[in-house]
């Protein structure tokens, strides 16, 4: 390996990758390869996703790699898009993996911690089934989508005023449908 590979900052390695330099890569990869798996590892929360968000980071890295502007480190950066990829992954999981909830919880829960965690996760995950479908609509694109009132109105066709409208009374429906079916057990 060349010294001037060795010597050479993250950043200026990542401008000669930009250029087409393979063997920079390679030196980046070696630098943080470990460091990267070891940060998404301790985020993640499901250790099968570990390894997918690693390589969609790096994939993501070279697809960006023309527009590469070292304007903060370059370890910085790189982190970056694996946490952006871990949320998406959350986001798009989110849904999917409603029944599984409970195995998110902390494990030194007691038995019956879990399982209260696991009956709540149902009343509002019924609750939710149960609104209109355009307060549901709004309501998942707002808490697990992470959009604002103006990218749901986009994303919907409808007012921004009607977005909050639909936000306001879905609230309110979640609001009366937990506290009775709190009152109830």
């Known amino acids: 390996m060349p010294d001037t ?69 370059f370890r910085t950066y790189l982190y970056q898009i694996a946490r952006n990829r871990l949320i998406d992954l959350l986001r798009q999981r989110e849904g999917q993996e409603q029944g599984e909830a409970g195995e998110l919880a902390d494990e030194g829960a007691s038995p019956s911690q879990s399982l209260e965690q696991k009956q709540q996760h149902a009343l509002l995950h019924a609750a939710i089934a149960a ?33 909050k409208s639909r936000l306001r009374y879905a609230m309110q429906k979640l609001r009366a449908g937990l506290d009775s079916a709190g009152g109830q057990s």
């Not at 401008?15 to 070891?38: K, T």
């Open 131 to 163: 609104l209109p479908t355009e307060q549901k609509e709004a309501l998942v694109l707002q808490q697990f989508s992470g959009m604002s009132i103006l990218e749901i109105a986009v994303v919907t066709g409808a007012e921004a005023e009607t977005v």
């Open 5 to 73: 590979l060795l010597t050479a900052t993250d950043e200026d390695l990542m401008l000669r990758y930009r250029a087409g330099d393979l063997p920079s890569f390679r030196e980046l990869y070696r630098r943080h390869s470990q460091g990267l798996y070891r940060f998404v590892a301790w985020r993640a929360p499901r250790r099968a996703w570990v390894d997918e968000i690693v390589q969609d980071a790096w994939a993501s890295l070279h697809a960006a790699r023309k527009g590469y502007q070292p304007q903060a480190a």
